[in-house]
């Protein structure tokens, strides 16, 4: 938990603004000290500076992750209609499906079955790239942080097993919009970006560029 020290010059106290109604707590300047000029001062300095470094994304290990992988990926599906467990991973909040390659099909998968498609269906001459280990974890989340819904797709690669081992085993979905390594049994949170949840400390998933308008799917990274 991460604890922010305010500059003694502010006080937590309830607005009176807007005619005597309480808006609710504000951040009030004490008055200034005799001798004391107005303006932007150097506590003002400090407390943004103090906000700016307690937002910056920390992970487990202590070293900040990006919130996109920097691995080459492409992946493009049209018609995301016709395939069942695509269709509902992309307008159902809360739902998620995993795309691998067999060789001669993509195969899309959530937790009630699958759906083969054959390579020739989404253009077998594209330059598909699948990410680190040849398959993808794609959905639309229930937590939406900034109140707009917004698909999004992650390596299915475990990313601990990858970095820490040489295997790269391929995750699978479980309830509770959850994703699980059958190798290291580390579980994570498809709703928060990934992260762990559930077993020895590590690193978040890997995340790759997504956009989805109305039956197109573009991974492209």
Do not use: W
Not at 22 to 48: C, D, M, N, Y
């Amino acid at each position: 938990m991460q604890i922010i020290i305010l500059p003694v010059k502010y006080i937590l106290l309830p607005s009176l603004q807007g005619r005597g109604r309480v808006e609710g707590p504000h951040l009030t300047p004490l008055p200034a000290r005799k001798g004391q000029g107005g303006g932007f001062s150097f506590s003002h300095f400090i407390f943004l500076f103090s906000f700016f470094l307690s937002s910056l994304p920390i992970s487990s290990c202590g070293e900040a992750e990006r919130l996109y992988d920097t691995f080459p990926a492409y992946f493009v599906v049209q018609n995301t209609n016709t395939v069942p467990q695509l269709n509902t991973a992309m307008n159902g909040m809360g739902e998620f499906c995993t795309i691998t390659d067999n060789g001669s099909q993509y195969v899309f998968t959530d937790l009630g079955g699958s759906t083969p498609v054959n390579k020739t269906a989404l253009g077998i001459y594209r330059n598909f790239r699948m990410g680190r280990s040849g398959g993808f974890i794609t959905g639309l989340p229930t937590y939406i942080a900034d109140a707009s819904p917004r698909v999004v797709c992650y390596d299915i690669v475990c990313p601990n097993c990858y970095e820490q081992t040489s295997i790269a085993p391929h995750l699978r979905l479980a309830t509770g919009c959850r994703a699980q390594c059958g190798s290291c049994h580390r579980t994570y949170d498809l709703n928060n970006l990934g992260m762990m949840i559930a077993g020895e400390p590590g690193r978040s998933l890997y995340r790759y560029n997504v956009s989805y308008a109305p039956y197109t799917l573009v991974i492209s990274n």
